[in-house]
Every structure is written in structure tokens, then in C-alpha cells.
């Protein structure tokens, strides 16, 4: 098993510029989980899916999209992005919800 | 609101010590408690977690953490530390009222020195 897979590992955007974060599990999980992970900060949930085609906001969901049309993809959506956004993205998977959580390698955002 | 709080941002400690990494919550209901290692540029790994039970747990990598309802605590111990702990730890809770939703607190650096 691959287990939580994340693409890209990095990424520079331009301020207004449009994006997708691509993660994808192969463990048949029913929960992923997408958060943000700020300098000095700890992890900020922002959207979560409870099954495919199921999703809903998290703490921080503003400025970002998701969908689920699958059991193993979870992309994130960013349609304008701003500094803000500036972060690094990390991606997870539970079978259940009081299991523990998978975590992909992670993407590092920047926004200029 | 549910939170966790991890009071120090750093906690130094000598190779063969004992180290304790401190985390308090705030949560309604039953808490889930758990506790996640992350290493320089990969992302978080489980260590353990507190569910329902004995109030000592252990996990991985000869850690185990104590959960203390009174004082709303759920500190990570190892009883000898080794310089490959060294990593950032972060403490976490499920919501009491969404079981989807989880929060981290901000993490704590462990330097385990040689």
C-alpha cells in the first residue's frame, strides 16, 4: 500500500492564480481530511468527506474547495489564490472517526 | 470550544533522561485524545491515542501518555529519551459534538541531546 499520497510536493503561485491539490488513498478509507499547517501554528482542519460524495466545512474552509466523487480522491481547490494561503497542505484518511488518522507527505504552498 | 493547548514550544532533554511533553484540553463530552509525531519535512505519524480505559496508555516507540480528567491533561512521557525523538509533537482532541472534526494543538519541538 502507497497509503496517503500527496501531489505536488511544492508549488509557487502567483497572487489570483488557480489551483489543485491532489491527494489519493489506497486503503479504502471512508473519512479523509484535508488541513493547513502554519509556522509555529498546529494543524488547522478545512474540509472534511465522510464518504464519496459526501463533504463539509471545517475551522478554516474560506478561499477553498473540495470534492469527493471517489473513495480514494480528495482534491483541494483553490480558486484565487492569496497570501494568505501561503502553507503547507496535508492530507488524511481514517476508516473510522475515532481511528487514527493517515497523513500524506504533505504540500508546501507558496502565494506571491 | 473544544481546544488543546501545548504550553511549551520547546522541551530540551539529554539522551537517556526522561522526558515529558505537556498537553491540556478543553473539550465537551467524552474526550479522544491523541498524540502524533512529525519529523523534518514528512508528515504527521500516529504515536497513540486515549479512547475510554486505563489512564496510561502506550504506543509506539516506547512512548506512553497519561490522561488525567481532573486536571484535563494527557502529557507524553518516555521513560529514556533517544537523540532520534527528536521531532516535533503534536497533542490532538476530537470534537465532542462532530466526531469528524479534530484540533491540534500547536506542537511542541523535542531536542534530545547527545
Known amino acids: 500500500n502507497a497509503g496517503v499520497t500527496q501531489t505536488p510536493k511544492f508549488r509557487i503561485l502567483k497572487i489570483g492564480q488557480s489551483m489543485t491539490l491532489q491527494c489519493t488513498q489506497d486503503m479504502n478509507h471512508n473519512y479523509m481530511y484535508w488541513y493547513r499547517q502554519d509556522p509555529g501554528m498546529g494543524l488547522k482542519l478545512i474540509y472534511y468527506?465522510?464518504?464519496?460524495?459526501?463533504?463539509d466545512k471545517g475551522e478554516v474552509p474560506n478561499g477553498y474547495n473540495v470534492s469527493r466523487s471517489t473513495t480514494e480522491d480528495f482534491p483541494l481547490r483553490l480558486e484565487l489564490a492569496a497570501p494568505s494561503q501561503t502553507s503547507v497542505y496535508f492530507c488524511a484518511s481514517t476508516p473510522l472517526q475515532t481511528d487514527t488518522q493517515y497523513f500524506g507527505p504533505g504540500t508546501r504552498l507558496t502565494v506571491l | 470550544a473544544q481546544s488543546v493547548a501545548q504550553p511549551e514550544d520547546q522541551v530540551n532533554v539529554a539522551e537517556g533522561n526522561p522526558l515529558t511533553v505537556k498537553c491540556t484540553y478543553s473539550v465537551s463530552g467524552n474526550p479522544y485524545l491523541f498524540w502524533y509525531v512529525q519529523y523534518p519535512n514528512r508528515g504527521l505519524q500516529f504515536l497513540l491515542k486515549?479512547?475510554?480505559?486505563?489512564?496510561l496508555v502506550k504506543g509506539s516507540y516506547g512512548f506512553e501518555a497519561e490522561f488525567n480528567k481532573s486536571q484535563t491533561s494527557f502529557h507524553l512521557k518516555k521513560p529514556s529519551a533517544l537523540v532520534s525523538d527528536s521531532a516535533l509533537y503534536f497533542c490532538a482532541v476530537r470534537d465532542g459534538y462532530n466526531f469528524n472534526k479534530f484540533y491540534f494543538g500547536s506542537g511542541t519541538k523535542l531536542n534530545v541531546k547527545p
Open positions: 486515549y479512547i475510554t480505559g486505563d489512564n
Open positions: 468527506s465522510v464518504g464519496a460524495g459526501i463533504t
